[in-house]
């Protein structure tokens, strides 16, 4: 079932993607083509409140044209230690800082076209302190009560999947 790579042609290297153009021949000998987002993978984190909230951060969303309910989450620098950006994230972005996290999991986001391995992480160990999301992000915080995410993933409020699977988590852990 494998497939081995031809040739390779990258299309376009942009600041967190980039497009290739892969040609590859399959187990049966056919040649094809694959189109593949080379994605450096990412973080996120499941932060449960000493009540049993959820944190949740709302942004607009450019590529779907709307305002997303998500967890914290975001791309991790060269080299860092996966534990320390789930933390920077859910600082970043919520302004809660994280004592102890729990790695939960890593899955493919999306393998049919992207390389993108998300890695998703847990924490119960949260305390307030200061948001410091980046210049080009704006970024509000939202707590929730579990069954309240819940039934806004039942209902498909919440549309986000890393999201309902943090969210999964959260039900699956608590």
Same mark, same amino acid.
């Given at each position: 079932?494998?497939?081995?790579? %031809?040739?390779?042609?990258?299309? @376009? +290297?942009?600041?967190?993607?980039?497009?290739?153009?892969?040609?590859?021949?399959?187990?049966? $000998?056919? %040649?094809?083509?694959?189109?593949?987002?080379?994605?450096? $993978? =990412?973080?996120?984190?499941?932060?449960?409140?000493?009540?049993g909230e959820i944190?949740?951060?709302?942004?607009?969303? *450019?590529p779907v044209e709307?305002?997303?309910?998500?967890?914290? =989450?975001?791309?991790?620098?060269?080299?860092?230690?996966?534990?320390? =950006?789930?933390?920077?994230?859910?600082? !970043?972005?919520?302004? @809660?800082?994280?004592?102890?996290?729990? +790695?939960?999991?890593? =899955?493919?986001?999306?393998?049919?076209?992207?390389?993108?391995? /998300?890695? @998703? /992480?847990?924490?119960k160990d949260i +305390? +307030?302190?200061?948001?410091? @999301? !980046? !210049?080009?992000?704006?970024? *509000?915080?939202?707590?929730?009560?579990?069954?309240?995410?819940?039934?806004?993933? *039942?209902? $498909?409020?919440? *549309?986000?999947?890393?999201?309902?699977?943090?969210?999964?988590?959260?039900?699956?852990?608590?």
């Amino acid at each position: 079932m494998q497939e081995r790579t %031809i040739k390779s042609k990258k299309i @376009y +290297k942009g600041r967190i993607i980039s497009l290739r153009d892969d040609t590859v021949r399959m187990a049966t $000998g056919r %040649i094809t083509s694959r189109e593949v987002v080379v994605h450096p $993978g =990412a973080v996120g984190v499941v932060a449960l409140t000493s009540k049993g909230e959820i944190v949740l951060v709302r942004q607009y969303r *450019k590529p779907v044209e709307q305002v997303m309910l998500e967890i914290p =989450a975001g791309l991790f620098n060269r080299g860092e230690n996966l534990a320390a =950006a789930a933390k920077r994230e859910l600082e !970043e972005e919520t302004g @809660y800082k994280a004592g102890k996290i729990k +790695k939960v999991f890593s =899955a493919f986001m999306s393998p049919g076209y992207s390389t993108e391995k /998300f890695h @998703y /992480f847990l924490t119960k160990d949260i +305390k +307030k302190t200061t948001q410091r @999301y !980046e !210049e080009d992000e704006h970024i *509000k915080v939202a707590k929730l009560p579990l069954t309240a995410a819940w039934r806004m993933v *039942k209902t $498909g409020k919440i *549309k986000d999947n890393k999201t309902i699977v943090g969210i999964a988590i959260a039900k699956w852990m608590s």
